[in-house]
């Protein structure tokens, strides 16, 4: 009986033992979470430099050396030799002997045969052999081309075929203007001749005290004609007129209206004598509306009340106004 109690008593006390451990153990664990809580842990990370990877340069293409085989000759003198064959209008310069070369000299080709040995050399700043050899002389020599006025360049740049009129101002205001400066408007007109086509017509009016016409029709820009044509307008100048007052610009507009012309190159002062100031709307009734008028004007500045006329009167039809002074 007493044995039975002593185990009951050891179990009891060691139930209440782990009682007691269990509870210590949770009391423990509740301590040590609660001063957790209140703790910060931080630590300092020292970041590592970044690493910059190192390109290396790309190198350098390596010229290839041209392999020049350098000659070495004890000549003084280079010799050029030429054909036998007997000259032609091609180029081909005979010779019966050897021709020295010079490098010294410009290439001479108008020479006779017996000093093509002196005349024939390489000038320093040349293109090359094969221009210099290639050159022609006389007739087969390529000229400059022409320079083109700026009435040239607008009569080629109107399609198709063209009938021309060149009106010129010979009025009595026109007396004032220097010798030099109506030779200067001449000879641009008669250079426009030379450029004219063969399918184009011309005609050449004049207007003072009377509208005259250089020809009754317009003719064909022949070799003949226009050398006609240029002497008589080598003749042309102003005089004083009998009438009282002069034809103008736009009475000779009118005269040559009927004749439907594409292009009328005026040469005037734009002095008015028939009418007064016209309104822009006004000029186009002298015009036709397939006609362009030029308008060449010397010895005036460009405010003048006739140059201002005159380029109203190019704007007008479409044309261009060109104060050669300028």
């Known amino acids: 009986m007493s044995l039975k109690r002593s185990f009951g008593a050891l179990g009891t006390s060691f139930f209440l033992h782990m009682v007691l451990v269990v509870i210590l153990a949770l009391y423990i664990l509740q301590q040590t979470i609660s001063d957790q809580q209140n703790i910060i842990y931080s630590e300092i990370l020292v970041a590592e430099p970044m690493k910059v990877k190192r390109v290396a340069p790309r190198k350098r293409r390596e010229l290839q050396k041209r392999n020049i085989s350098k000659v070495i000759t004890n000549q003084p003198n280079l010799k050029i030799l030429t054909s036998n064959a007997p000259p032609t209008d091609r180029g081909v310069v005979s010779a019966s002997k050897p021709t020295e070369f010079s490098l010294d000299g410009p290439i001479n080709l108008n020479a006779d045969t017996e000093d093509l040995g002196t005349a024939i050399s390489v000038p320093q700043k040349s293109a090359s052999l094969g221009k210099m050899i290639g050159r022609t002389t006389g007739s087969n020599r390529k000229e400059r081309e022409r320079e083109k006025s700026r009435l040239v360049k607008f009569i080629e740049s109107q399609p198709g075929a063209q009938q021309i009129f060149y009106s010129l101002d010979l009025s009595s205001s026109m007396r004032n203007l220097s010798p030099l400066k109506l030779r200067k408007i001449v000879t641009i007109i008669q250079d426009s001749l030379d450029f004219l086509e063969s399918h184009d017509q011309f005609n050449i009016v004049t207007f003072s005290g009377e509208i005259s016409f250089y020809q009754p029709e317009s ?102 106004f060109w104060l050669v002074d300028n």
């Open 219 to 320: 003719i064909a820009p022949t070799t003949g004609h226009i050398k006609r044509a240029k002497e008589y307008l080598n003749n042309i100048k102003p005089e004083k007129s009998s009438r009282a007052s002069d034809h103008d610009m736009l009475s000779t507009l009118n005269s040559i209206k009927p004749k439907s012309p594409t292009i009328v190159v005026l040469f005037s002062d734009g002095i008015l004598t028939s009418a007064g100031i016209p309104h822009p709307e006004e000029m186009q009734e002298y015009i036709p509306p397939t006609t362009k008028v030029f308008v060449i004007a010397t010895g005036m500045s460009p405010d003048f009340p006739g140059a201002i006329l005159l380029k109203m009167l190019s704007n007008q039809s479409s044309g261009e």
